[in-house]
C-alpha cells in the first residue's frame, strides 16, 4: 500500500506541478474576458428558471402550498446534477409566492366510473436562481427534463428502476428519503417512462367532457413531471480578480497573525481507524506539499497534548522523531527510524495515527510583511489543522472562529452536516475578511448563498471557493497543499491563478464574494521577506 501511495503521490505531484506551470503569474492574467466569466477555470455562472405545478386542496393556504412546492423543486437537484448544473440555493427553495398562478379544477378519475371528481387548487409557480455550469455549456439556453411529480411516493421502486443507477448506493438513499438526489431524468428508460406517462395522461385527458376545468387523477398524481430548465446571461467577473491579500498579510482578525485552517474530514463512508483512512494520507499530503515550498514551518503545539518525539513499538523506543518524519511514512513509504524492523512499520504508524486522530496541531513560520510600500513588519502565518471531523460540528466552529483562511476537505453529509449554516451564527465568524474554502460535495450548493448572510458586512468580508459537482478525494490534499503556497507564497496571484494550482481537484469550482474586493496588485505592492 505505501509503495502505491508514493507513485501515486510522485505521479500527482509532476501533474500538479505542470498544471501551476502553465498558470498566469499574478498580472498576466489580468484581462478582461468574455461576457460569461466567472472566477472560475471550468464553470460559468447562469440564471436559472423553470416552472413547475402541483395540485392542492382547493383551500390552502399559501404557505401549505409552498411546503408542496418545495417538496418537488427539490427533485431538481439530482437532475441538474446529473446534467453537469448546479444551482446556488439549498434545497431549492428559491421560489417567490407571488409568482403563483392559481386556477380551480375538477379531478377526475378515469378508472372510477362516472366518478363525480374532487375539486382542487391548481398552482403554476416559478423557479429563478443562479447556477454553475461547466464551460462547455456556457451559451446553452434550456435543458429538457424533469421534476419528481406528485405521485411519485408509492412509485419509488419504479423510480430507482427508470431513473437511477439502480445500485445499492440509489436503493439505499431511496429508503432513506433521498431518491431526489439519485434521480436522473435524461436516462432513456427513465424518459421512456415519462412518455408513457404522458400517453395516458393525454388519453384520459382527452376522455374528458369538458377539459378546460377539468383533469384526470393521472395528471394530478403524475409521477414524473417534465420540465425546461432555461439558462440566460448572469453577472459575471470580466476582469481578473483578487483576494484581498493587504488585509490578509496586515492581520484581518489579530494584528500580525495571519491564520490558515486545513480542516481535513474522514473520508471513507465507514468509520476505519485514522492511518487507514483516505481522509488521513490527503491531510498529511497536503502538508507534505506545503513544508517542502516552506521548510521554515516550525511545530509549536498540539491539543490535547501528545509526545510525538519518543514512539515505542514492539518493546523499542524510538526518539527524535518529527512530525516530517511521519509524512515521510505515510506518504511515500519511507524514512523509517533506523534499525526498525519492517514488522514494526504498521505498528508505529498505527500509534502515530491514533496520536493524531482528531487533534489540533499547530505551526508557525515568521516573515516580514511590507504593504503598500510601507516600513515591513513582524507577520507571523500560523497553520492550525485538525484530521479526522465528522459530524459533530465543535471543530468546524473552531476553524470559522480562528482562520483567516478556512480550508476544509471533507464530507458536506447532503449539507445538513457540521457545516450547515444552521449551526452558525454572526459571531461565529473571526473578525474581519475571511477566505473560505469547502472541498466536498457539491458545496457551491450547499454553503455558498447562505454564508453571506451570515457574515457581518457579506460578501465585502467574505470570499468562498465551492464547487459545483462532487469534489473528488483523489490528489485533494495536494491540490489544497499548491492552493495555500500560492496563496502565501508571495507573488500575490489572481484568484484564476489560485485556481490553476488546484486544478487537479476542480469541479465546476467558483469564487464567489470577490466581485467588489478592492485589492490591486499595482496599487498596492506587498513585499515579503523571509
Not at 19 to 40: M, R
Amino acid at each position: 500500500m505505501n509503495v502505491h501511495r508514493s507513485l501515486r503521490f510522485l505521479a500527482s505531484v509532476a501533474a500538479v506541478v505542470a498544471l501551476a506551470g502553465c498558470a498566469s503569474e499574478e498580472g498576466s492574467d489580468a484581462t478582461a474576458g468574455d461576457e460569461d466569466d466567472l472566477t472560475s477555470l471550468t464553470a460559468r455562472q447562469r440564471a436559472l428558471m423553470f416552472e413547475g405545478v402541483v395540485y392542492v386542496d382547493k383551500d390552502t393556504p399559501d404557505a401549505k402550498v409552498l411546503e408542496t412546492v418545495h417538496a418537488q423543486t427539490k427533485s431538481a437537484f439530482g437532475a441538474l446534477l446529473h446534467s453537469e448544473v448546479a444551482a446556488q440555493t439549498r434545497e431549492f427553495q428559491n421560489v417567490d409566492p407571488a409568482s403563483f398562478k392559481k386556477r380551480r379544477v375538477l379531478v377526475v378519475d378515469a378508472a372510477v366510473p362516472n366518478d363525480a371528481g374532487r375539486e382542487m387548487l391548481e398552482v403554476r409557480y416559478t423557479y429563478k436562481d443562479n447556477a454553475v455550469v461547466p464551460v462547455k455549456m456556457a451559451r446553452k439556453t434550456a435543458l429538457s427534463l424533469a421534476l419528481l411529480g406528485q405521485g411519485h411516493v408509492p412509485k419509488t421502486k419504479a423510480i430507482v428502476e427508470a431513473c437511477t443507477k439502480n445500485d445499492k448506493e440509489a436503493r439505499d438513499d431511496a429508503e432513506s428519503g433521498l431518491l431526489w438526489y439519485g434521480f436522473d431524468p435524461q436516462r432513456a428508460s427513465c424518459r421512456r417512462a415519462m412518455e408513457r406517462e404522458q400517453q395516458t395522461i393525454d388519453r384520459e385527458t382527452g376522455a374528458l367532457a369538458d377539459p378546460r376545468t377539468m383533469i384526470p387523477a393521472s395528471r394530478a398524481n403524475r409521477v414524473l413531471l417534465p420540465v425546461t430548465m432555461q439558462l440566460s446571461r448572469a453577472d459575471n467577473a470580466t476582469r481578473a480578480t483578487y483576494p484581498e491579500y493587504d488585509r490578509l498579510f496586515a492581520g484581518a482578525s489579530e494584528p500580525g497573525v495571519l491564520t490558515l485552517v486545513l480542516l481535513s474530514g474522514r473520508l471513507s463512508h465507514k468509520r476505519v481507524e485514522a492511518r487507514k483512512d483516505s481522509g488521513y494520507y490527503e491531510w498529511l499530503a497536503a502538508l507534505d506539499v506545503i513544508f517542502a515550498e516552506n521548510p521554515d514551518f516550525e511545530l509549536k503545539k498540539i491539543e490535547p497534548n501528545e509526545n510525538l518525539s519518543t514512539i515505542s513499538a514492539e518493546g523499542k523506543r524510538y526518539t527524535n522523531l518529527g512530525f516530517k518524519d511521519f509524512i515521510q511514512w505515510t506518504v511515500y513509504g519511507r524514512g523509517w527510524p533506523q534499525g526498525m524492523p519492517p514488522s514494526s512499520r504498521d505498528n508505529i504508524a498505527k500509534t502515530v495515527a491514533d496520536k493524531l486522530d482528531m487533534h489540533w496541531v499547530t505551526f508557525e513560520k515568521k516573515v516580514k510583511v511590507s504593504i503598500g510600500g510601507a516600513e515591513a513588519k513582524d507577520l507571523t502565518i500560523r497553520i492550525e489543522t485538525l484530521f479526522g471531523a465528522e459530524e459533530d460540528a465543535t471543530p468546524h466552529r473552531r476553524g470559522l472562529k480562528n482562520g483567516d483562511v478556512f480550508i476544509y476537505n471533507g464530507h458536506s453529509y447532503i449539507g445538513e452536516g457540521p457545516l450547515d449554516p444552521a449551526h452558525f451564527k454572526p459571531e461565529s465568524f473571526s473578525r474581519g475578511y475571511q477566505l473560505l474554502w469547502f472541498d466536498s460535495c457539491v458545496s457551491y450548493n450547499y454553503y455558498e448563498k447562505d454564508f453571506f448572510t451570515l457574515k457581518q458586512g457579506g460578501s465585502r468580508e467574505l470570499d468562498l471557493v465551492t464547487n459545483g459537482l462532487e469534489a473528488p478525494e483523489y490528489l485533494s490534499g495536494e491540490a489544497q497543499g499548491y492552493f495555500v503556497n500560492k496563496l502565501i507564497g508571495g507573488s500575490m496571484p489572481s484568484y484564476q491563478t489560485l485556481l490553476a494550482a488546484a486544478k487537479a481537484t476542480d469541479a465546476l469550482r467558483v469564487v464567489d464574494g470577490e466581485i467588489d474586493n478592492r485589492f490591486d496588485p499595482n496599487r498596492t505592492p506587498i513585499r515579503i521577506q523571509r
